[in-house]
């Protein structure tokens, strides 16, 4: 008797779950860094005059590109590589119990 | 000519321990395979090092801080791109790649869609990208040797550097050795920062030199510090601060869009022109103009009918509007004028000068006759409206972003690193590491370019060329000649070291890979497959002296357009072409060879071709000898003028290029079904699942099984 629930690697179902998780995972991360990418020209646009204001000497505007922009990508990037392996993990562990569970069912 | 001895010193040092380490681990490390595995024995952190050492150009060197001074806000786009590309790469493309075990795109390309010709096709693109990318590491190399050497032409520089360079990789040094390009970080991230941190000690930090450009507004408190004026040709301070600055606005500011036809037949009346309508002839080279009788016999009108006719055939009336003033003027013309029709209108435009009179083409139908010397009183053009302005300006900053953030991620360099790490978890640790050492590193170009408008803004006079502003990492530590003596020329010197260390990295690894392309793919594949090792020798020394010969060459060209905006180009390139391919491949599994090379072959071509039309329109712009070389240009000027919209989609292709490539790999993969390689479901398997599961082995065997 074939376990339903044991991950074949091969299997159609297996692969679909890999892609879509990783798809996931990376469109979350891109949404949040385009969020951030492709809004700034839309606030200089709209609101010219707050992205103007004076912070430290430099315009709000310069400051978030010319140097508050790589922090948050790199706070995007360490929770990617983090969530990342973890996900490799859990589907190394998934398919290797599914082994054990099949091979102690032979 | 008058060389300062610190800063030749501190160049030709660079120069030496480069091309000494090259040749000393190059002798360490002698088959292609240590070229990859080199990694394997070194830490996260020294190829992450190495990584980014290979990473920052010219471009990023010297470019952005070049860009920064003459643009201001809209050029910051470019280094935060630059870093945060590589998220794209992590997100999408990176894992997958690294897992199938492709080490170069032609060699994905081919893996992926079992088509040793989808290889070939592929590699095209690597020369491509790899010659745009080139060429402005050579303005980098013309601008620096033109710097330590007053007085030497920029060609010169070119060739110099060049052929050093050229003939160094062909003799086997630089083989992109890790500890090569890790040390050649340090180096430029050392020249980049110390300079900033002693400028900033002395004359003020970032903020505070950001705060000078307050000066015009009267209201804001006296800055702090006393700013050198700024000479006409230097953008104001209120659009060189904003976003929607020079960069972006460019096309859209020449832009002349026509007047509305009422509204001009209105002022032409009001200003007291005589109007006569003539049914326009037609007119083409072909005809002489004995089809139309002497000119010399009729009467006056027909200078003016026969011209108009010439110059607006197709149209079936044309109005002429002659100024009150000079109605009798118009008869006079030589007579009996016998003239080819290919010289016709140049003719009558000559017949108008020496009689005073000028013709002014309003339109398709509306042609004015003025005294030559009086102002165009009536114009049939006029700006775009700000807003307009700011829309299109919009437009451009997207499509800017789309190009770097994408072309990044398919730059044909830069993924070969991916795999000198031992797993793929440290791969990605790399990447983590990459990213901050380069954001990092791009904290420091744009304070040159800010603080280089406050206290060197000559060379705002000089905006293209040798002369102008993509020589401002070099030159600005100089102002502290006149406070502190030596410590200016030392840290010139410096940034020297650093722009040397960049091109000449850069270029090398491009000669690298594109030399590998041609010595490996065109001539080992593709003309001489049965070589012999010897053969293929000579054949890799013999396209390295040809790309290096190209290179040089297309160098010499492009003196007056900025490093930046060219290392964008390729980006744009890369994005249309080798992104889709990349993105596509990895994540849609009906992808079929000819869909992906139909789709990267139109969006890189159209990128391609789109790019190098602004150059050439640029250069006919340029007052020097480029200018002459390529007048013929001209004239697409006055068509972008007339189409600014166009003009930006061509100069920024990736908004239209990248999703017309995605979307013809899409259709054509679609509509080729039946070609999706047999056993996709392993390949996707290898590109998606955790190496630690060992497909990669399994996949191997079954391939060679066949």
């Given at each position: 008797?074939a376990m339903?629930?044991?991950p ?9 779950s ?9 469109i ?9 990418l492709?809004g ?5 646009y ?7 204001a004076?912070v430290?000497g430099?315009t709000?505007?310069?400051?978030l ?16 590589i ?10 190394v562990?998934?398919?290797v ?6 091979a102690?069912?032979? | 000519m008058?060389i ?9 040092i ?14 360490r ?5 240590d ?5 394997r ?8 090092s ?6 920052l150009s ?5 470019g ?7 643009s201001?806000?809209?050029?910051l ?9 590589y998220?794209?790469?992590?997100l ?5 790649l690294?897992?199938?075990?492709a ?5 994905f390309?081919?893996?992926r ?6 290889r ?13 990318y080139?060429?402005p ?13 007053p007085g ?8 110099l ?11 086997g040094?630089?083989?992109g050795i890790?500890l090569v ?11 980049i920062?110390?300079p900033?941190?002693?400028l900033m ?6 903020g ?8 015009s507004?009267?209201?804001a408190?006296p800055?702090a ?10 953008p104001?301070?209120?659009?060189w ?8 606005t460019?096309?859209?500011k020449?832009?002349?869009?026509p ?11 009001a200003?007291?022109?005589?109007k ?5 002839l ?7 103009q004995t ?6 016999s009729s ?10 006719a ?18 009798n ?10 003239i ?15 009689n ?6 309003l339109?398709?139908?509306h ?16 700006s775009?409206?700000?807003q ?13 972003i789309?190009?770097?953030?994408c072309?990044t ?8 690193r ?9 791969a ?9 050492l380069?954001?990092?590193?791009y ?5 040159f ?14 905006l293209s ?6 020589g ?20 010139s ?16 690894g ?10 490996h ?6 003309l ?26 297309l ?10 905006f060219?290392v ?7 994005a ?22 139909t ?5 890189g071509?159209c990128a391609?071709?789109?790019?190098t ?10 007052k020097?000898?480029?200018g ?5 240009f001209?004239?697409?000027n ?6 600014p ?10 908004i ?6 995605i ?8 509509l080729t079904?039946?070609?999706v ?5 392993m390949k ?19 391939h060679?099984?066949?």
């Amino acid at each position: 008797m074939a376990m339903p629930e044991k991950p074949d690697m091969h299997s159609e179902k297996f692969l679909h779950s890999l892609m879509r998780r990783q798809l996931r995972l990376s469109i979350t991360c891109a949404s949040a860094f385009l969020v951030v990418l492709l809004g700034l020209p839309l606030a200089n646009y709209f609101f010219p005059e707050f992205m103007a204001a004076r912070v430290l000497g430099f315009t709000l505007t310069w400051f978030l590109l010319g140097i508050g922009f790589c922090p948050v990508v790199w706070l995007i990037s360490s929770y990617f590589i983090r969530r990342s392996i973890a996900l490799e993990e859990a589907e190394v562990r998934e398919v290797v119990e599914g082994d054990k569970r099949g091979a102690g069912d032979e | 000519m008058n060389i300062d001895p610190y800063i030749l010193a501190f160049s030709a040092i660079t120069v030496i321990a480069t091309i000494w380490m090259g040749f000393w681990a190059a002798r360490r490390s002698k088959t292609a395979s240590d070229f990859f595995v080199a990694g394997r024995s070194v830490s996260v952190g020294w190829n992450a090092s190495a990584i980014s050492g290979e990473y920052l150009s010219a471009a990023s060197f010297m470019g952005i801080a070049g860009m920064v001074m003459s643009s201001g806000y809209d050029a910051l786009w470019y280094p935060v791109c630059y870093a945060c590309g590589y998220l794209f790469l992590l997100l999408f493309i990176a894992g997958p790649l690294r897992r199938f075990g492709a080490y170069t795109i032609p060699d994905f390309a081919e893996g992926r869609y079992d088509s040793p010709l989808f290889r070939k096709i592929a590699v095209i693109f690597v020369l491509f990208i790899g010659f745009f990318y080139t060429m402005p590491q050579m303005k980098g190399a013309g601008v620096t040797l033109a710097y330590i050497f007053p007085g030497l032409p920029y060609q010169a520089g070119v060739v110099l550097v060049g052929a050093v360079i050229t003939l160094n990789v062909a003799l086997g040094g630089m083989k992109g050795i890790t500890l090569v390009q890790a040390f050649q970080y340090w180096l430029k991230m050392f020249a980049i920062s110390v300079p900033v941190f002693v400028l900033m000690a002395v004359y003020g930090d970032y903020g505070k030199q950001l705060n000078a450009t307050q000066s015009s507004n009267p209201a804001a408190e006296p800055a702090a510090l006393t700013r050198k004026p700024l000479p006409e040709k230097a953008p104001k301070d209120e659009t060189w601060l904003s976003p929607f600055g020079p960069l972006t606005t460019k096309a859209a500011k020449a832009a002349k869009i026509p007047v509305p036809r009422t509204e001009l037949i209105s002022r032409l009346d009001a200003a007291g022109y005589s109007k006569t309508v003539f049914p326009a002839l037609g007119f083409n080279s072909e005809d002489t103009q004995t089809n139309y009788g002497l000119l010399g016999s009729s009467s006056r009108v027909s200078v003016v009918n026969y011209f108009v006719a010439a110059r607006l055939a197709g149209n079936s009336e044309v109005a002429i509007y002659i100024a009150p003033d000079l109605t009798n003027r118009v008869v006079s013309y030589p007579p009996n004028l016998s003239i080819p029709a290919a010289d016709f209108q140049k003719t009558l435009v000559e017949i108008f000068k020496t009689n005073g009179l000028r013709l002014d083409v309003l339109n398709d139908e509306h042609v004015v006759v003025v005294d030559r010397s009086s102002q165009p009183a009536i114009s049939a053009t006029t700006s775009l409206p700000v807003q307009s302005v700011r829309r299109y300006s919009l437009l451009y900053t997207y499509s800017l972003i789309i190009a770097l953030v994408c072309g990044t991620a398919g730059l044909p360099h830069i993924l070969v690193r991916f795999y000198t790490n031992p797993d793929g978890v440290a791969a990605k640790r790399t990447t983590m590491w990459v990213m901050i050492l380069i954001g990092v590193f791009y904290l420091f170009p744009p304070v040159f370019g800010v603080i280089g408008r406050n206290f060197m803004p000559d060379l705002y006079n000089g905006l293209s060329g040798v002369k102008g502003t993509d020589g401002i990492v070099l030159k600005l530590p100089t102002i502290l000649h006149e406070r502190f003596g030596a410590l200016g020329s030392i840290l010139s010197g410096i940034t020297c070291a650093g722009a040397f260390a960049a091109f000449m990295s850069t270029f090398s690894g491009l000669l690298v890979s594109m030399t590998g392309a041609l010595a490996h793919d065109v001539y080992g594949r593709m003309l001489k497959p049965k070589s012999t090792p010897d053969q293929r020798l000579r054949a890799f020394k013999v396209a390295t002296v040809l790309i290096g010969g190209i290179a040089i060459v297309l160098g010499c060209f492009v003196e007056p357009l900025e490093i930046n905006f060219m290392v964008g180009q390729a980006f744009a390139i890369a994005a249309a072409s080798y992104f889709p391919l990349l993105f596509m491949s990895v994540w849609k599994r009906g992808m079929t060879m000819p869909g992906a090379a139909t789709g990267m072959l139109t969006g890189g071509l159209c990128a391609l071709f789109s790019v190098t039309l602004t150059n050439f329109s640029n250069l006919a712009l340029d007052k020097g000898p480029m200018g002459k070389i390529f007048s013929g240009f001209a004239p697409l000027n006055d068509y972008w003028a007339h189409h600014p919209l166009l003009r930006i989609l061509c100069e920024q292709p990736a908004i239209w290029a990248v999703p017309l490539a995605i979307g013809l790999m899409a259709i054509v993969s679609n509509l080729t079904r039946d070609r999706v390689p047999p056993d996709i479901r392993m390949k996707m398997l290898v590109l998606h699942a955790p190496e630690k599961l060992g497909l990669k082995q399994e996949y191997i065997q079954e391939h060679h099984g066949h």
